[in-house]
């Protein structure tokens, strides 16, 4: 199983009429995210409704677009790692076989405090951390990641049509056409 929740916080900032590109320069659109995989989470998602005005410090769009771009990757080779860029130790481990993804977290040192979202060679030194090879059908992540950034996507617009005209959503757009493009050609017969 792979599920993926999340929710804007500060909505209230985010609806007045802002520049877009405030977010290209300060920061993300902040709020929770966490991934499951099997039961066990990754990320943090501690919304509760009896508080709705506490602000999350996830960055979601760049959760999204790491997310997808680890994907996009795993069609073409078979390992992934994905940089918590909010750790200076944590990665999420992809590694594919056949139409399987095994997931896991990993620990390793990031050199110089340098964060790369992607890295596709699997470290010389590192220790699984919190859960190992969980399995999941690829395309049961193509499946939550389409529909759930397709939702953020709708939820921004909706909150407020100048954030879509920031980079990262803007990147965020095109790779939800490549996804939706994708399971079109896994879908359709040869």
């Given at each position: 199983?792979?599920?993926i ?27 929770w ?22 602000d ?35 990665w999420?481990?992809?590694?594919k ?33 919190t ?16 529909k ?19 980079k ?23």
């Amino acid at each position: 199983m792979f599920e993926i929740l999340y929710k804007i916080t500060g909505i209230e900032e985010l609806q007045k009429t802002l520049n877009e590109n405030c977010f290209d320069v300060e920061s993300d659109i902040l709020g929770w995210f966490a991934f499951y995989v099997n039961g066990n989470e990754y990320g943090d998602y501690l919304y509760d409704p009896s508080r709705p005005n506490a602000d999350g410090w996830m960055r979601i769009t760049d959760w999204f677009v790491n997310l997808i771009l680890a994907y996009r990757e795993l069609n073409r080779s078979s390992y992934v790692l994905i940089d918590d860029i909010d750790s200076y130790i944590a990665w999420i481990e992809l590694r594919k076989i056949n139409d399987m993804v095994k997931i896991s977290t990993i620990k390793a040192e990031k050199k110089d405090g340098i964060f790369c979202e992607l890295r596709l060679t699997p470290f010389n030194h590192f220790e699984y951390y919190t859960w190992y090879d969980q399995p999941v059908k690829l395309n049961e992540i193509q499946s939550e990641l389409t529909k759930k950034a397709s939702l953020y996507i709708s939820e921004l617009q909706t909150i407020n049509i100048k954030l879509l005209g920031n980079k990262k959503v803007a990147e965020l757009v095109e790779l939800i056409s490549f996804l939706e493009r994708d399971r079109k050609e896994c879908l359709s017969p040869n």
